[in-house]
């Protein structure tokens, strides 16, 4: 019998309603599986509803229809076993970086491991501004200190909305190559919403693609160029033109 | 030109040392000293020139120095502390025993549809009535002591309490709350880590506004049931025909509320300096 997957979208269906105006409808059908250990990006235009998908995954939002099965449970809300990373970094600016950490870490047994909350700190490059709140933090350094909190939550299955979005190009590679370390050192399962085809190309092992009004599934594109991968590669350039390949159909 | 010109835009502290302009803080500030010590001067030379010509009953205005004299009378015999004290104590109980259900019913209407449908209504209907509509209530409940008028104060601050918590509560980030939620932060940790933090820069102005709605009615209450209190203080010396006494009492009453809304603001910048826009 085949392994049962990590994530698994069985024909879901989003429909929002609006007061005064036809029903939209931002997600049609969507079906995809995400294996153990798996790096996916959700890729598409804006519109596309790969951000509700993500927040369904999490349990943020129901669907209208179809299930969503995260380590064989049914999603029926927020769960420790799925972290989320967003693109608004979603610090507690009360708290320390230390300190929003520690929370991440508190929420599974209540009792804080210390050396876990300053390995994670450290895995993110945030050992050093552990004291200092997120105003004082640049976008990157915020987003290393949000992916700290979420690992320090130990997930089984990783969410990422648009994580470098807001970032600029070099933080955003700097932080890319960190994810990939700090995947492949883990091997926890992701879900990585993104609209940049390179960031695609460069972090999945597999893409799915997706088309807007209403977001249904286009393609999905294996990616098994092997790591350490070469930006701008001839086998990533490839990758890269197989998605806007699909894209145009 | 053009150097001096880029100089002053870098540095502008640099000609701030001798600015005697509107621009300069410092300036403003003592400008502000300026223009109440010409008041209190020209009040006073009003009331200099009233004693030659007496076209106004001195009785009725004293002059500030006046004022000053009965005031250090007042002080000397321990009878204005005793006001003070008494008052004081009032406002900050009244306060006290407001605060823990303002900050219940504030964030629980805010952030939970039952809570809302249960108290909402019956708190909204009860809103615009005037505190001191209920005072003759509050004496008649709780009697003429001290517990009508801590009820009477909890009641004024209780409003204004609760209301800005509410808001508050309703408006932190939701995407906060998300990540709160995928963290897996739920029931009782989630309103003691996440809602009460988030709200609490506003809570202190809550507290803060409570306090002076509390200075605001304290007289009332003293007005109408009590031996003591700076209220009581001034409605007094009104049987007696004391007008200076009754400018002690209300300027005390005005000192009082400046100087505890001056140590809150401070004590509220040290506390809540993680606020991404404390730039003021």
């Known amino acids: 019998m085949e392994k049962a997957p990590k994530l698994r979208f069985d024909r879901v269906n989003m429909v929002f309603g609006r007061p005064n105006q036809p029903p939209v409808q931002v997600l049609k059908s969507i079906s995809f599986d995400v294996g153990e250990g798996e790096f996916v990006c959700l890729l598409g235009p804006s519109g596309c509803g790969k951000s509700t998908i993500l927040n369904i995954a999490a349990g943020l939002i129901e669907p209208s229809a179809g299930t969503v099965t995260a380590s064989s449970r049914i999603v029926a809300g927020p769960g420790r076993d799925r972290g989320v990373v967003f693109q608004e970094y979603a610090l507690f600016p009360w708290l320390t970086v230390r300190e929003n950490v520690v929370l991440g870490a508190k929420s599974g047994t209540g009792k804080v491991d210390r050396v876990k909350v300053d390995h994670f700190l450290k895995v993110t490059g945030m050992y050093e501004h552990r004291d200092k709140y997120p105003k004082e933090l640049s976008g990157g350094m915020k987003q290393r200190a949000a992916i700290a909190r979420t690992l320090a939550n130990d997930p089984e299955i990783i969410l990422m909305d648009e994580p470098f979005g807001a970032l600029d190009p070099y933080t955003r590679e700097a932080l890319q190559d960190q994810l990939v370390e700090i995947w492949s050192a883990s091997r926890k399962t992701v879900l990585f919403v993104t609209h940049s085809v390179e960031e695609a190309a460069y972090l999945a092992g597999a893409v799915i693609l997706l088309k807007a009004h209403p977001g249904e599934l286009k393609a999905v594109i294996k990616n098994d160029v092997a790591w350490p991968r070469e930006r701008a590669s001839e086998e990533l350039i490839g990758i890269e033109r197989a998605i806007r390949r699909a894209e145009r159909t | ?280």
């Not at chain 2, 223009?35 to 009040?43: D, E, G, R, S, V």
């Not at chain 2, 029931?187 to 002076?212: C, H, K, M, N, Q």
């Not at chain 2, 304290?218 to 003591?228: C, G, N, Q």
């Open chain 2, 1 to 280: 030109m053009q150097r001096g010109l880029s100089a002053e835009l870098a540095f502008p502290e640099r000609k701030r040392l001798m600015d005697l302009s509107l621009k300069n803080p410092n300036a403003m500030r003592f400008y502000k000293v300026c223009t109440l010590i010409l008041f209190i001067a020209a009040w006073q030379s009003i009331d200099l020139i009233n004693s030659e010509l007496k076209f106004y009953n001195p009785l009725l205005i004293p002059s500030p120095f006046d004022i000053v004299k009965k005031a250090s009378a007042l002080w000397s015999t321990g009878a204005l502390q005793k006001h003070i004290l008494a008052s004081v104590t009032r406002v900050a109980l009244g306060v006290l025993m407001a605060f823990p259900p303002a900050v219940v019913l504030g964030i629980g209407i805010a952030r939970s549809r039952t809570v809302e449908v249960i108290f909402e209504p019956l708190i909204e209907l009860i809103r615009p009535i005037p505190p001191l509509a209920v005072l003759p209530m509050f004496i008649l409940w709780f009697g003429i002591g001290e517990l009508s008028k801590l009820v009477f104060i909890g009641f004024a601050a209780f409003y204004i309490i609760m209301t800005t918590v509410m808001l508050s509560a309703a408006n932190i980030d939701v995407v906060l709350i998300r990540a709160a939620r995928t963290l897996g932060i739920n029931g009782w940790r989630f309103y003691t880590e996440i809602v009460f933090p988030a709200i609490s820069p506003d809570l202190f102005v809550g507290v803060r506004l409570g306090l002076s709605a509390g200075f605001v009615v304290i007289v009332a209450s003293e007005f109408i049931a009590a031996d003591v209190g700076l209220g009581y203080m001034i409605n007094y010396a009104r049987a007696y025909f004391r007008v200076s006494d009754m400018f002690v009492g209300a300027f005390t009453i005005g000192i009082i509320g400046y100087s505890v809304n001056m140590v809150l603001v401070v004590v509220e910048r040290r506390l809540f300096n993680w606020r991404i826009n404390d730039e003021r």
